[in-house]
């Protein structure tokens, strides 16, 4: 009970800490934007020509929000990015505005006040930023599974403190007992006590980061996508002023001046140092997530699931996101010098990790997996500074040449990040801001947030003759600006949907958004089908179907001439391939059964393969496997047998097989090998067990800077 006592009076003195550092925040009324949104060419010719007040590198969600709240406060105001906007962690996050449930787990359990620090901060930040952009931003209830009937007591007085320290406006939580959380969640086990239910915030991170960048281009800031900074501006007293930058579209040079420079260029943040200082100390250490995108039906539409004590001893997590099932894991300790792209091994882990959660009746298969994505999030190397500051989450440094750099942060924690930042430019760089208080947390609202509300999807369904799926999408993703949009919509030649022809019959994606997207700064496909339209993210087979057709319309505003559009189309391919997980990475000899065919049979049924494979898309339908065994002597196709045997040959993709697919298929339909092909199963699942359950680097809570 004294325990209990002792986190009452914590998180007691953790409220009055986090008030106070808003106390006697002026509440300024927000300016009215300077301008229509300009294009890119205009914001290279006003960085060749004007010096700033503030240079930001990096347009994640720290560097975005620095850009806002910079411009907000009349700084003249920069930002280049090496990628597009949002192209880096900040669109891989996983997508929840948290308020940090394991933080506060860790606050209680390790008396920690900068756990509880972070866990008021990130509450009442979830609150500004839903403030900011509520067309981006909305709740959504979050199951929180008991296992064991004495948890029910920890679980309810940890809720409890978490509702009490969140604004008051916040949903409440509540007990649900076995019955009713296998209703709401048919798909998860049966052997649980009961469940809460709680709410965190949800949002869409890379048109949230989008939506900062262009309303800080709208308050007068230059915003530059595919500008990669090179070398570091200095004076006569080494004091760096300004940067270099390379156009990666033309490789054009500009100089960038300016009077303070600002380093938030997130995992990469450690490079930019050492063109400031050769001998630089490691800043950052770089943590790792992988996601994968499954169907809607490993989810409930409306709830999620989140347990963050498995067996393993990581969090997971199921959320419904854009009609799909994200589901993910706790970060893991992995050096930036891997890459970005996901590993086999990592997709097979996650699958595992389901398999714990969802009933045993139902198969996980492989084939489920849509796209599979990961990030690398900075977090802030273990020093004296970090020992010591308020949060233990990010750190705010200023080099020996008066360069700002940040590390470390989190979406819930991105705008308070990036007001201490130009707070620090303020003061370091003796600049005369019109407004010395930042104003994004109280008076702001991003572009398309004023005059949004929940049912305006309705007026475009009346007004402009769009199918309702459609209109609910473009008013949650542009807000009151998606009239704009509507306007552009082609006609659809049929009598309804009168307008608005969809990329894709599966998804709510338009052409108009194409168009939409390159006025707002998609200067690549890849930068479209990722980040633009979430495409990428949610099915990477469907991504590379539309290539074409969203090439062809970015090639009619951008100019590409053919050669250009084919070299996109295959950039984009490779994108896809690589880092959205439609050829992970892997090892051949650890995750795949030996065929059983000798040399002639593998020669007859490849060459079959690649008649039936006319398109070279490199697989072939279920029905032309069916239609293949008829004409290998099989008279009828036994279905229950083959949906067994495609079961433990856990195909890649829904429908379709490749070349191995196809081969071991025949090798047990036709020649009757399935004996062989589920005892090399039950193998490979053995050898599996043991790889994915290896001792994972993973990150401790304390270290995780408020993360899932």
């Known amino acids: 009970m004294s325990k209990f006592l002792q986190v009452a009076v914590l ?89 940090g449930l394991r933080d506060l787990d860790q606050a209680i359990s390790k008396l920690d006040l900068a756990a509880f620090r972070r866990v ?11 403030n900011l952009a509520p067309h981006l931003n909305q709740p959504v209830p979050i199951m929180l599974p008991i296992h064991h009937w004495w948890q ?69 800031a ?26 990666q579209l033309t490789g054009k040079s500009y100089k960038i001046r300016a009077k303070v420079v600002i380093n938030a260029t997130g995992p990469a ?9 050769a001998n630089a100390e490691p800043h950052c250490t770089p943590t790792w997530a992988s996601h994968i995108v499954l169907p809607p039906f490993y989810c409930p539409e409306e709830v999620g699931l989140f347990d963050p004590n498995t067996r393993s001893g990581s969090a997971i997590y199921f959320l419904p996101w854009l009609g799909h099932t994200l589901m993910g894991t706790s970060d893991e300790l992995r050096e930036s010098s891997e890459g970005p792209q996901p590993t086999e091994m990592e997709v097979q882990y996650l699958l595992e990790g389901i398999k714990s959660y969802i009933n045993p009746n139902f198969d996980v298969r492989r084939c489920d997996v849509l796209a599979v994505w990961g990030g690398y999030k900075p977090l802030p190397a273990e020093t004296n500074e970090l020992r010591y500051s308020l949060l233990k989450n990010h750190l705010i440094s200023l080099g020996p040449g008066n360069m700002i ?12 990040i990036a007001e201490k930042a130009i707070d620090v430019a303020i003061n370091s760089g003796g600049l005369n801001p019109m407004r010395i208080n930042s104003i994004t947390a109280t008076s702001c609202k991003l572009d398309g947030a004023d005059g949004w509300s929940p049912n305006m999807f309705i007026r475009l369904v009346q007004d402009f003759g769009l199918e309702r799926d459609v209109a609910k999408h ?49 200067c690549t496909l890849v930068d479209m089908v990722a980040r ?131 081969l071991l298929l025949m090798s047990a339909i036709v020649h009757g090998d399935t004996a062989y092909l589920r005892y090399a199963k039950l193998r490979l699942d053995q050898r599996l067990s043991t790889i994915t359950n290896r001792k994972r680097k993973m990150v401790p809570v304390e270290r995780s800077g408020g993360g899932l």
């Open 11 to 99: 998180a007691g003195s953790s409220m009055l800490s986090a008030s106070s550092l808003t106390f006697g925040q002026e509440r300024t009324k927000v300016p009215q934007m300077k301008r229509e949104l300009p294009t890119r060419s205009m914001n290279l010719d006003a960085l060749r020509r004007t010096e700033y007040d503030v240079l930001i590198i990096g347009g994640g969600a720290v560097g975005a929000g620095c850009a806002l709240d910079a411009a907000t406060r009349g700084l003249k105001t920069a930002l280049v990015e090496a990628d597009d906007f949002g192209s880096g962690t900040s669109s891989k996050s996983s997508k929840l505005l948290h308020g």
């Open 120 to 130: 008021r901060t990130c509450l009442k930040e979830r609150s500004n930023i839903a």
């Open 152 to 220: 029910l007591p920890s679980y309810w007085i940890k809720l409890h403190i978490y509702h009490l320290m969140a604004p008051s406006s916040t949903r409440g939580f509540q007990f649900i007992r076995t019955p009713e959380a296998l209703d709401i969640f048919p798909m998860m086990r049966r052997d649980i006590y009961g469940a809460f239910v709680f709410y965190e915030g949800q949002h869409d991170d890379a048109r949230m980061c989008l939506a900062v960048i262009l309303t800080a281009a709208r308050y007068g």
């Open 222 to 247: 230059d915003v530059c996508n595919h500008m990669k900074v090179t070398v570091l501006l200095r004076n006569k007293e080494q004091q760096i002023v300004g940067a270099k930058a390379v156009d």
């Open 269 to 277: 943040s450690d490079s930019i140092c050492r063109l400031e200082d």
């Open 405 to 416: 750099s940040i590390v470390g942060g989190t979406w819930s924690s991105f705008r308070v």
């Open 474 to 522: 473009l008013t949650d993703t542009y807000g009151s600006n998606a009239c704009k949009v509507a306007v552009c919509a082609n006609p659809s030649g049929s009598s309804w949907p009168i307008t608005g022809k969809r990329l894709h019959s599966e998804f709510p994606y338009i052409e108009a958004e194409v168009r939409q997207g390159v006025k707002d700064y998609a």
């Open 532 to 662: 633009r339209l979430r495409v990428a993210f949610l099915n990477v087979h469907v991504a590379e179907d539309i290539l074409p057709k969203v090439a062809n319309v970015m090639a009619q505003e951008l100019n590409w001439s053919r050669k250009q559009k084919s070299r996109q189309i295959l950039d984009a391919q490779k994108f896809l391939h690589t880092q959205m997980g439609q050829s992970p990475t892997l090892d051949p000899a650890q995750i795949n059964i030996p065929i059983k065919l000798d040399v002639q049979q593998v020669h007859k049924y490849a060459s079959h393969f690649k008649v039936l494979d006319d398109q070279e898309s490199g697989y072939v339908s279920i029905n032309q496997c069916c239609a293949a065994m008829k004409s290998f002597g099989v008279k009828e196709v036994p279905v229950d047998l083959m949906h067994n045997v495609l079961r433990d040959i856990d195909c890649h993709s829904q429908g379709k097989v490749n070349l191995y697919e196809f």
